[in-house]
Each structure stands twice: as structure tokens, then as C-alpha cells.
């Protein structure tokens, strides 16, 4: 890296996908100096440090700055128990000391937090909850995931598992939500199993005999179509019971949803007019909002793992 002047206030996150690893030098006040979408190595734990180091290395050539600490979001975690990778996707990467092994490939501190928080940290820094102090993000896509954001820094928890709500089961059940639907999980009726897209999917499905995209249902909902309207009120409510239960024991100031879903637009006016029903208070002032920074989020928290300074 001869050459190339140390900047304090630059700072490089890194989005691990199953299938991209996303890059992003952010420079003072977070203004974006660099950025590179990599396809990600498949099923080789080596190869997939070689590419960071590089990806790194050419981040710092396009901004003509190098980075002095290096943030990555990642699915999974790192066990506090054992320093090791658990429950990512990215089945290579499980076993890992993932950030040790980053930090001596890169010559510098790295730090590694999930991508769920990594997305309510963005969206908490300079995002759609700018300011507030409590936020959680909830992943709404092909699996259902959470993190939470507090005071701008991300909550890791015990286990690393802090905002993980998707294999909770689904609240205040009705009979025909019972036993609900499998989970890979081994379980049913988890909340993922009905919120994910394939669960919104499969839910109108098995009501209408169609198969239709999460989009497609909620643009027929939108054109008038019955069938597709009721298939989104119940995901609404299903919705607004789940994140009913992260208001009760969390009661963040602001809840982001972020994931493909979050581009349904009436769930923003919908979920908080039927969580109040289930939410232990006279009155609930929580907010729901769209992500501002949406897929870049993940980068982006990442990018926010170290304070400025
Ligand atoms: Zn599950």
C-alpha cells in the first residue's frame, strides 16, 4: 500500500453474500469514495480471505486512501463462546476464526458483526432512523431475520443472537395458523415461515390455488383484486402480532423493515394500525418506515462498526 496516504476518517465495509461480496470506502461524513460487487468465492473458506484482501486492495487503489480499520457484515455470527463462525449460510465459513483471520490477512483490526445488524446500524447512523436511539431492523425477504441498533452501536447479545426472531413462533395464533407451517428449522410455525416471501407465497396459495411472487399479490391487491387484498391483510396482521412481540420487550423508538418486502407499500399504514390491538399499552407511538439505504444497508453497517474518529 506504499503510496497511498492513511486516512483516519476513511472507512471500508464489506457485505459477504452467498453469491457477491459487496465493497464500500466511505470517506468523511460518509460520503461514498469507492465501490465493487465481486462475485463471492463458493465452498472455499481460503479463497473467500484472498478475495476480501484483494477486494480491500482495490477499494483503497479507487479512492487513493487506505483504510485503517476494515467493518464486514456477514450472515451468521461469531460465537462469543468459541471466537468461531455459527449459523451462517455461507456453510464455509462455520467453524472459522473468520475476523482473526481477516485481521493478520489484512494487517489491520477488523470487525465482523452480522448482516441483520449491520442493516439496523446503517439505517440507525444516517438512514430512514437517523437519531433515534433504539432500532430495530427487521428482514423481510426469502428468510426472515432481525438486528438491533442501540445509541449507534449494534447489540451482539450473549449468543449473537440478539434480534433474531424469525423461529420464534408466531403470536396470539389463530386455530387455523396452528400448527402452521414447516420450517427448516425443524419446527412449525415460525414467524418466518409465514413472513418470508415464499411463506407470503405459499400462504396465498393455499388460499387461492395460485402461485404469484410477493410482488404480484400485493400489485393485484393494489389493481382491486379480492383474493390477493385478503392475502395481505392477513400478513398484515400476522405482521403487526410478530412485531407486536419486539415492541413489548424491546419498545424500540423506530422499527426499518428492510428485505423485498419492505417495497409493499401499505404495510407501512397497515401493521401499525393493527399492532396496537396486541401491543401491552394505552397508546403505541413506534414508527415503522422503509429502509433509506435498502440493499446497500449491509455495507453500509458494516462500513459503521468502528466510530469515527
Ligand atoms: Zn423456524
Not at 393494489?222 to 410478530?242: F, I, K, N, V
Request: glycine letters at 14%.
Amino acid at each position: 500500500m506504499e503510496g497511498l496516504l492513511v486516512d483516519a476518517v476513511m472507512r471500508i465495509g464489506l457485505d459477504l453474500g452467498g453469491s457477491k461480496i459487496e465493497g464500500l470506502a466511505l470517506g468523511r461524513g460518509g460520503a461514498v469514495r469507492a465501490r465493487i460487487r465481486i462475485d463471492a468465492p463458493r465452498d472455499s473458506y481460503g479463497a473467500t480471505i484472498e478475495a476480501v484482501v484483494a477486494l480491500v486492495g482495490d477499494l483503497e487503489t479507487q479512492a487513493g486512501q487506505r483504510a485503517t480499520r476494515i467493518g464486514v457484515a456477514m450472515p451468521g455470527a461469531l460465537s462469543p463462546a468459541t471466537g468461531l463462525v455459527k449459523n451462517a449460510n455461507s456453510t464455509w465459513l462455520i467453524g472459522h476464526p473468520f475476523d482473526r483471520d481477516l485481521e493478520a490477512a489484512l494487517g489491520r483490526p477488523v470487525r465482523v458483526a452480522n448482516d441483520a445488524n449491520c442493516f439496523a446500524l446503517s439505517e440507525a447512523t444516517d438512514g430512514a432512523a437517523a437519531g433515534a436511539r433504539v432500532v430495530f431492523g427487521a428482514i423481510l425477504g426469502t428468510g426472515v431475520g432481525g438486528g438491533i441498533a442501540i445509541a449507534g452501536r449494534p447489540l451482539d447479545g450473549r449468543n449473537a443472537i440478539a434480534g433474531e426472531w424469525g423461529h420464534n413462533p408466531l403470536p396470539w395464533p389463530a386455530d387455523d395458523e396452528r400448527p402452521g407451517p414447516a420450517c427448516y428449522c425443524g419446527r412449525r410455525g415460525c414467524i418466518e415461515a409465514f413472513l418470508s416471501g415464499p411463506g407470503l407465497a405459499a400462504d396465498h396459495e393455499a388460499a387461492t390455488g395460485a402461485r404469484r411472487l410477493p410482488e404480484a399479490i400485493a400489485a393485484a391487491a393494489a389493481a382491486g383484486d379480492a383474493a390477493a387484498d385478503a392475502t395481505m391483510a392477513r400478513y398484515e396482521d400476522r405482521l403487526a402480532r410478530a412485531l407486536a412481540g419486539i415492541i413489548n420487550i424491546l419498545d424500540p423508538d423506530v422499527i426499518v423493515l428492510g428485505g423485498g418486502l419492505s417495497r409493499i407499500a401499505r404495510l407501512y399504514d397497515n401493521v401499525p394500525r393493527r399492532w396496537t390491538a396486541y401491543v401491552f399499552s394505552d397508546r403505541v407511538d413506534t414508527d415503522l418506515r422503509p429502509p433509506r439505504h435498502g440493499d446497500a444497508s449491509g455495507v453500509r453497517g458494516a462500513a459503521w462498526l468502528w466510530d469515527a474518529d
